[in-house]
C-alpha cells in the first residue's frame, strides 16, 4: 500500500501538467503568457484582447513551430516556419499563409528565395544548390525553369577602416551592403556582426543627421571588433534583403549581433516601423506595406540563436506624416514599446516610447549618437552603463525633453572596448 501511495505521489504532476489546458502561465488577455489548446497545441507569447497578436512561439501537436509575428489569431507578419519533417520557411506571412518574400528551405541543403502567393511560389526567384551554386529560376506548372545560372559575387569589402570613403572611391549617400571588416589589432573571442542602416534622402520630411551617423557609428563599431554591413538611404526591398541576409550570417557564425537604424520610424497598432526612403505613405494603411516592420528584426535573431543581440534605434522622430494620419486614432508621435526581447537582448530607443527625439540641425549627428558615440569609445565599460551615461547626458543636455529608454533581458556582461 504504502508503494502504492508512493507511486502515485511520484506520477501525480506528470498528470496534473498533462491535464493543463486554457491559459497556464502569464497573462493570456493582454500581455504575454502561455496558453494549451484543446488539442495539444501551445503558443507561448503577447496577447491583445484575448487573441494572439505581436510575437510569439506556436508549437503544434504534430511537431510543426513556427516563430514568429501573429494579428489576431493568425500567422501574420513575419515568421519562421519549422515543420517537423526538417523543411523551414522564413518570411512574410499574411492571414496565416506564406505571403510576400521569402525562403523555402529543404532538407537537401537546397532552398529557394523570392516570392509567395496564397502559400504558393509565384514567378522567378534564386534557387541555392547544396553544392553552393545559384540560379535564377521560374515555377511553371509546379516545377522549378532555369533562367540563368547566377556567378556569386563578393560583397565590396572596403580594408581601408580609418576613412573608408577616402579619395572619393564611395559615395557615401548611396551605400549599399558595403562590408566593413571588424580591425585585427581588436582582440575579440567571439564573433562580431553589425548591420547599420542610416536614412536621410526622405521626399518627404528629409533627415539631416542618419547619414552621418550610420558612417560614423559604423567606423566606431569596426573599432570594437565588429564585421559592419552598411547602408545608407537604403529601398524598402534593401532593407529586407539586408536584414534576411543579416539573420542568415548571424545563424551561420554565431557570437554578437548589432543592429542600428537611424532614420523615420512609425508605430501603428502598437507595432514599430522602420521607413526606407522610397516609402510612398499616403495613409495610415500603407504602412505595413511602404515601410519594414522591427519585429522583421527581432525574429531574424530569434533564427539565429546566437549568443547575445543588440538593437539601438535612433528612428523616434515626429511623424512625417501627421496629415495623412489626422482619421486614424492607431498612429502615434514615436516608436511603440515592446512587450519582450528576444533571450539575451538588449534594446534601445533613442528616447521613451510615443515620445519624439530631438534633430540636431547644427551639428553633425543627432544628440542621442553623438553622446553614444562618446561612451561607446571609453575602455571597461559594460553595456548597461554605457547606456545610463547615455540616458543621464541627453536628458540634461535636452533638458528633460528627451529621455532614452532601453528594454533588456541580457545575462552577460558585455564590453564594446576592454
Known amino acids: 500500500m504504502k508503494h502504492r501511495l508512493l507511486l502515485s505521489l511520484f506520477f501525480l504532476p506528470f498528470f496534473l501538467l498533462a491535464q493543463e489546458k486554457g491559459c497556464t502561465v502569464g497573462d493570456c488577455e493582454n500581455g504575454k503568457g502561455r496558453f494549451i489548446f484543446d488539442n495539444g497545441d501551445k503558443y507561448i507569447g503577447e496577447f491583445k484582447e484575448s487573441q494572439m497578436h505581436g510575437r510569439g512561439n506556436y508549437t503544434f501537436k504534430n511537431g510543426n513551430v513556427y516563430k514568429g509575428q501573429f494579428r489576431a489569431n493568425k500567422r501574420h507578419g513575419y515568421g519562421h516556419f519549422f515543420h517537423a519533417n526538417g523543411e523551414q520557411y522564413i518570411g512574410e506571412y499574411l492571414n496565416n499563409w506564406r505571403e510576400g518574400e521569402g525562403t523555402y528551405k529543404w532538407t537537401n541543403g537546397e532552398s529557394f528565395s523570392g516570392v509567395f502567393k496564397n502559400n504558393q511560389i509565384v514567378g522567378e526567384g534564386i534557387y541555392s544548390y547544396a553544392d553552393g551554386s545559384t540560379a535564377r529560376v521560374r515555377w511553371?506548372?509546379?516545377?522549378?525553369?532555369?533562367?540563368?545560372?547566377?556567378?556569386?559575387?563578393?560583397?565590396?569589402?572596403?580594408?581601408?577602416?580609418?576613412?573608408?570613403?577616402?579619395?572619393?572611391?564611395?559615395?557615401?549617400?548611396?551605400?549599399?551592403?558595403?562590408?566593413?571588416?571588424?580591425?585585427?589589432?581588436?582582440?575579440?573571442?567571439?564573433?562580431?556582426?553589425?548591420?547599420?542602416?542610416?536614412?536621410?534622402?526622405?521626399?518627404?520630411?528629409?533627415?539631416k543627421n542618419p547619414q552621418s551617423d550610420a558612417l560614423a557609428m559604423a567606423e566606431?563599431?569596426?573599432?570594437?571588433?565588429?564585421?559592419?554591413?552598411?547602408?545608407?538611404?537604403?529601398?524598402?526591398?534593401?532593407?529586407?534583403?539586408?536584414?534576411?541576409?543579416?539573420?542568415?550570417?548571424?545563424?551561420?557564425?554565431?557570437?554578437?549581433?548589432?543592429?542600428?537604424?537611424?532614420?523615420?520610424?512609425?508605430?501603428?497598432?502598437g507595432r514599430n516601423y522602420l521607413?526606407?526612403?522610397?516609402?510612398?505613405?499616403?495613409?495610415?494603411?500603407?504602412?505595413?506595406?511602404?515601410?519594414?516592420?522591427?519585429?522583421?528584426?527581432?525574429?531574424?535573431?530569434?533564427?539565429?540563436?546566437?549568443?547575445?543581440?543588440?538593437?539601438?534605434?535612433?528612428?523616434?522622430?515626429?511623424?512625417?506624416?501627421?496629415?495623412?494620419?489626422?482619421?486614424?486614432?492607431?498612429?502615434?508621435?514615436?516608436?511603440?514599446?515592446?512587450?519582450?526581447?528576444?533571450?539575451?537582448?538588449?534594446?534601445?530607443?533613442?528616447?521613451?516610447?510615443?515620445?519624439?527625439?530631438?534633430?540636431?540641425?547644427?551639428?553633425?549627428?543627432?544628440?542621442?549618437?553623438?553622446?553614444?558615440?562618446?561612451?561607446?569609445?571609453?575602455?571597461?565599460?559594460q553595456l548597461e552603463d554605457i547606456f545610463k551615461r547615455v540616458r543621464r547626458n541627453v536628458r540634461k543636455a535636452s533638458e528633460g525633453v528627451q529621455i532614452p529608454w532601453e528594454l533588456s533581458s541580457i545575462e552577460d556582461d558585455f564590453y564594446f572596448k576592454q
Do not use: W
Open 140 to 207: 511553371n506548372n509546379g516545377q522549378f525553369e532555369t533562367i540563368s545560372t547566377l556567378v556569386k559575387e563578393e560583397p565590396k569589402t572596403e580594408s581601408k577602416a580609418s576613412d573608408p570613403f577616402a579619395e572619393n572611391k564611395l559615395d557615401p549617400s548611396d551605400i549599399k551592403g558595403l562590408v566593413l571588416p571588424a580591425l585585427s589589432n581588436i582582440p575579440r573571442g567571439k564573433k562580431r556582426l553589425a548591420l547599420v542602416f542610416g536614412n536621410s534622402t526622405y521626399k518627404h520630411k528629409p533627415l
Open 220 to 269: 566606431e563599431l569596426q573599432r570594437s571588433g565588429f564585421e559592419v554591413l552598411l547602408y545608407t538611404n537604403a529601398k524598402q526591398e534593401d532593407m529586407k534583403r539586408a536584414i534576411r541576409d543579416f539573420g542568415q550570417k548571424l545563424k551561420e557564425e554565431g557570437g554578437i549581433g548589432l543592429f542600428f537604424y537611424t532614420g523615420h520610424g512609425l508605430q501603428a497598432d
Open 275 to 381: 521607413v526606407p526612403v522610397n516609402a510612398d505613405i499616403r495613409k495610415a494603411q500603407d504602412i505595413e506595406f511602404e515601410s519594414v516592420d522591427l519585429g522583421r528584426v527581432l525574429v531574424e535573431m530569434d533564427y539565429a540563436d546566437n549568443e547575445l543581440n543588440i538593437v539601438i534605434l535612433d528612428a523616434c522622430r515626429d511623424n512625417p506624416y501627421k496629415k495623412e494620419f489626422k482619421s486614424s486614432r492607431n498612429t502615434h508621435n514615436g516608436l511603440a514599446s515592446i512587450n519582450s526581447a528576444p533571450y539575451n537582448s538588449f534594446i534601445a530607443f533613442s528616447t521613451s516610447p510615443g515620445a519624439v527625439a530631438k534633430n540636431n540641425p547644427k551639428g553633425e549627428h543627432s544628440l542621442y549618437v553623438e553622446e553614444l558615440l562618446a561612451q561607446m569609445r571609453q575602455p571597461n565599460i
